[in-house]
């Protein structure tokens, strides 16, 4: 059994964040990833004017991210439609490239790098296919994936959520459609946010309902067939996607979900510390915040400052997380998702003052 302290399950941007930090102090900590090669995740893919700080000031620039610019946001329901502009300056960017260019920065500045997959973990051991390991502190940067022992609690009661996610591949006209803006469609029981990325193609995700997945005979296709049929401008940006693209999935998202407390030496980061609907954007966000927060209360009180440091950023995230969690909520609802948007045409400045309701604050 190797032991390493401390040790980062993930290399995703809350992993990431966190090691940039430690190494950035003269710390050495591990970094457990299960990729060599990092693909696109299934959430993410936004990086608000907020975020961009954050990455800043872990010495990652705009300029070296290289993402699409985005300057405002488009919501439909049916056919109304209505646009408002954001706060500030945000870009639509990969998982790939994002997570890529953090973990080497990491790497770069001190962190170690073990390509393995967790299997488990028990009190202070983690167990991966590759051997164990032992530390005092674990931090658990495992995204919307949970870990075995360390698993987060299902919500939802007998209709959780589902995640899905399609790359649109590059098109002329389906970059005209989006432009520089930022999409949520929102339908019955379920939303879908859509936007370019630096390589001209489209992220879109889903958050889904399982009922009205099973309405579509729990076929993704027969469900954006529906979608469609419904939704003009959904079905102008679905023309684009190849007939045999099947879709990343993820079941029960704990939308709203928040880690209150922790045991001693477990730092819980990203969705395993809080779980943001995604339509709010801010996912980026809090990952990043948490993995800077979680390293410097470790650097400043080792293992035992776990329960401190969770307990302080549940409460940084419980204002945004239950905004977004109200937006979500009314956006459910066809009745009440076409109200917002008809009020949002006539006031748009709301959009704004959502925008930075939902970001977490320093």
Same mark, same amino acid.
């Given at each position: ?41 299934? !959430? ?66 001190? *962190? ?28 658990? *940067? ?52 859509? @936007? ?8 879109? !995700? ?22 469609? *049929? ?14 045999? !693209? ?13 880690? @209150? ?85 006539? *006031? ?15």
């Amino acid at each position: 059994m190797r032991r390493s302290d401390p040790l980062i399950v993930g290399g995703g941007p809350a992993g990431s964040a966190a090691a940039i930090t430690m190494a950035r102090q003269g710390r050495r900590p591990l970094v457990v990833e299960r990729q060599r090669v990092i693909g696109d995740a299934l !959430c993410g893919g936004f990086l608000s004017w907020r975020t961009l700080q954050q990455l800043g000031r872990l010495g990652i620039g705009a300029q070296e991210l290289g993402g699409h610019a985005i300057d405002h946001v488009r919501v439909y329901s049916g056919n109304r439609t209505a646009s408002a502009r954001l706060p500030a300056g945000a870009i639509g960017l990969s998982r790939r490239r994002l997570d890529t260019i953090m973990l080497e920065h990491a790497v770069a500045a001190g *962190a170690g790098l073990e390509i393995a997959n967790v299997r488990g973990i028990v009190a202070d051991v983690v167990r991966t296919d590759r051997g164990s390991f032992t530390a005092d502190a674990i931090f658990l *940067a495992t995204g919307k994936h949970d870990v075995r022992g360390l698993a987060r609690p299902r919500i939802g009661g007998h209709d959780p959520t589902l995640g899905l996610r399609l790359r649109i591949a590059p098109h002329p006209r389906l970059s005209a459609l989006i432009g520089s803006g930022i999409e949520l469609h929102l339908f019955d029981r379920g939303y879908a946010g859509l @936007l370019l990325q630096e390589d001209g193609s489209a992220n879109l !995700c889903l958050a889904v309902r399982k009922s009205r997945l099973a309405e579509a005979d729990g076929k993704p296709a027969t469900l954006f067939a529906e979608l469609s *049929a419904k939704s003009p401008h959904l079905e102008e940006r679905l023309q684009w996607l190849a007939e045999a !693209c099947e879709p990343e999935a993820i079941a029960s998202v704990p939308y709203g979900w928040r880690a @209150l407390d922790t045991a001693p030496g477990i730092f819980r980061l990203g969705d395993q510390a809080a779980v943001i609907p995604s339509l709010a954007g801010e996912g980026m966000g809090i990952a990043i915040a948490s993995g800077v927060a979680a390293a410097e209360a470790w650097m400043a009180g080792g293992a035992t400052a776990a329960p401190f440091y969770q307990q302080a950023f549940a409460r940084r995230t419980k204002r945004p997380v239950a905004v977004a969690k109200f937006l979500w909520e009314r956006g459910e609802s066809r009745w009440s998702a076409g109200l917002g948007v008809q009020f949002l045409r006539f *006031a748009p400045g709301l959009a704004k003052l959502f925008a930075q309701a939902t970001r977490i604050g320093d």
